[in-house]
């Protein structure tokens, strides 16, 4: 049995748990998926509910699985750092769940005890919150989302019996996994700072609490939502004395393993993926990158939806894009955080509510091969049937808006939706391979407006680094090159880049870090990442000069959409008045 240090790495994404083993060097050694489970509500579309104790339960398997497969003992596991999606998780003050289902059930203990990220029920409680004018609000875009964790705190304190409501605590979700992990509540600074409004420099502000109703956190002392006095700890710096002995037992580890503080899912994507050298035609770049490199690499994670993610030595205020966060990772810097609501849930929703998905899937099984191959052959054949040099020439008069489910950012309206124009009576597999190409320009020229407004504001970005399911669609990846005209680096396992950065907390945590100040904290994390993160592969712009035409044209209609939707919609309410 090898006598090497190891160190977990637990993602908790949308759906599923995946736990990784690296080496010190960054080598995966092993990996275990776990599904966890959704709750719907078929007459509301805007609930996502989960489970921490399904979620736990899945973090258990995972980890177990990963030292058997790789004949690892639990004394060799040094260290231990989870992600999760920045999903409220509720629990009484013992850390039992509490229910977050509207109806009788409301705050009682039970199950179903976190409101998903993308669960859109607290829509009033955003509007509500935006209309204060605070000071919280210049540090997201100045405009909160429905999705961050307060506004859907308020809709609790609102639908919840008056005696439910002081016996709960709330957590995102990555510190309540540290906390049932260690039974330490200190929060992280990713956490409070990026969706709970705890503002760089001042922390808490009791006038805006008090303003939009959520006066009890103040008297509590901030009790139910931690980071009592501004304690928050940054990424990967220990929690308490680590595992404690329940835990240790439950995921088949050592009691008092070292715990990293949490970050949620986009930022440990960010972690495990910024640091990378890159291969251009096979040969691996010789420059080892520095801190100050980071600052111009955009780290986009992409899988259900997608965050943008910048870091840069100032805090840069963009209008419609979350931040400026500090010390979210690194001590003393600050990031900007842009997104998309809807993306791989995009590509999704318009290939299987398409009519010919069913004769697609028929295909697809006959070739032996997935969807996306068989759309990708598809749109080839049609391409030289209709004598065009590209596909963006052979869906030129194709436009689709991509917010079907709001805007996160840069317009931070979430009342946006999605439209298509350029439609064909038709409705055959070539009909749905058109579509689906135009969904992923749509992605790609979402993201070039998400990446001009960060430019325009101070940033400077000048290349992307990729993570995410989506960075296996080497299609979208070019197109993504293509229309922000920049270099794309893509990690060497796409899926395995978020947990990889949660493994890096692990480590970190196991090393003691962040107990120095803060240039320390800053250049001891650096180094970790740079270690563990192996090369990625270059992705270069290669559109040609008719195609650069096409797509700066479909951008510039890109942004006349968002113009036109937004004045229809002020003409219709206004009809609507009467």
């Not at 052959?377 to 209709?386: A, F």
Request: aromatic share 6%.
């Amino acid at each position: 049995m090898s006598t090497q240090d190891y160190y977990i790495g637990v993602d908790v994404g949308t759906g599923s748990v995946r736990a990784s083993l690296l080496s010190k060097d960054g080598k995966i050694v092993a990996s275990s998926t776990q599904n966890s489970r959704t709750w719907r509500d078929d007459n509301d579309h805007r609930i996502f509910e989960q489970s921490t104790s399904d979620i736990w339960s899945a973090i258990s398997k995972s980890i177990k699985t990963c030292l058997e497969d790789s004949n690892v003992s639990a004394e060799q596991v040094k260290g231990l750092g989870f992600d999760a999606t920045c999903s409220l998780a509720v629990a009484d003050l013992q850390g039992e769940p509490v229910i977050v289902t509207k109806g009788n059930d409301l705050g009682l203990h039970g199950e179903r005890n976190i409101i998903l990220w993308a669960d859109h029920r607290a829509e009033k409680e955003a509007e509500l919150i935006n209309g204060t004018g605070s000071v919280v609000l210049d540090y997201v875009g100045g405009r909160m989302s429905l999705e961050m964790e307060v506004p859907k705190i308020l809709w609790l304190k609102k639908n919840m019996p008056a005696d439910r409501f002081p016996n709960c605590q709330f957590f995102d979700l990555p510190d309540f996994l540290t906390y049932r992990a260690t039974r330490d509540s200190t929060r992280s600074c990713c956490s409070v700072t990026c969706k709970c409004s705890f503002v760089p420099k001042t922390g808490w502000h009791s006038d805006f609490f008090k303003q939009i109703g959520l006066d009890q956190l103040v008297m509590n002392n901030y009790l139910q939502v931690g980071a009592e006095g501004g304690n928050v700890l940054t990424a990967g710096t220990p929690i308490g004395t680590g595992l404690s002995k329940q835990a240790a037992r439950e995921l088949g580890l050592v009691e008092g393993t070292p715990v990293g503080s949490a970050l949620i899912d986009a930022y440990a994507g960010w972690i495990g993926t910024v640091a990378a050298r890159y291969k251009k035609d096979g040969i691996l770049q010789e420059e080892i990158p520095d801190l100050e490199e980071s600052g111009h690499r955009l780290a986009v994670i992409a899988g259900t939806s997608t965050c943008h993610i910048v870091q840069s030595r100032n805090d840069i205020f963009v209008d419609g894009v979350w931040g400026p966060y500090k010390d979210p990772v690194f001590r003393g810097w600050w990031m900007n955080e842009g997104g998309q609501s809807s993306t791989g849930q995009l590509i999704d929703f318009i290939l299987t509510t398409h009519p010919a998905y069913p004769k697609l899937e028929e295909l697809a099984k006959e070739k032996q091969k997935n969807v996306h191959e068989v759309l990708d052959e598809v749109l080839e054949q049609l391409r030289v049937e209709e004598g065009v040099s590209s596909l963006t020439e052979l869906t030129k008069d194709l436009h689709i808006y991509p917010d079907f489910h709001g805007n996160r950012s840069p317009i931070a309206d979430p009342r946006m939706r999605g439209s298509i124009t350029g439609l064909e009576l038709s409705s055959g597999i070539p009909d749905l391979a058109k579509k689906y190409n135009a969904t992923l320009e749509s992605i790609a020229l979402q993201t070039r407006h998400i990446v001009s407004v960060l430019n325009s504001r101070g940033h400077t970005i000048s290349s992307i680094y990729m993570s995410g399911g989506q960075a296996k669609n080497i299609k979208l990846m070019q197109l993504f090159a293509d229309v922000c005209d920049m270099p794309v680096v893509l990690p060497q396992d796409p899926s395995a880049a978020v947990d990889r950065g949660a493994a890096i907390l692990g480590r970190f945590a196991a090393e003691g870090g962040g107990k120095g100040d803060r240039v320390d904290q800053a250049k001891e994390l650096w180094k970790v990442m740079v270690e563990m993160t192996p090369p990625g592969t270059l992705v270069v712009p290669s559109a040609s000069p008719k195609d650069k035409k096409l797509l700066n044209a479909k951008f510039k209609i890109f942004m006349e959409t968002v113009d036109i939707q937004r004045r229809w919609r002020v003409e219709m309410e206004e009809a609507a008045r009467g």
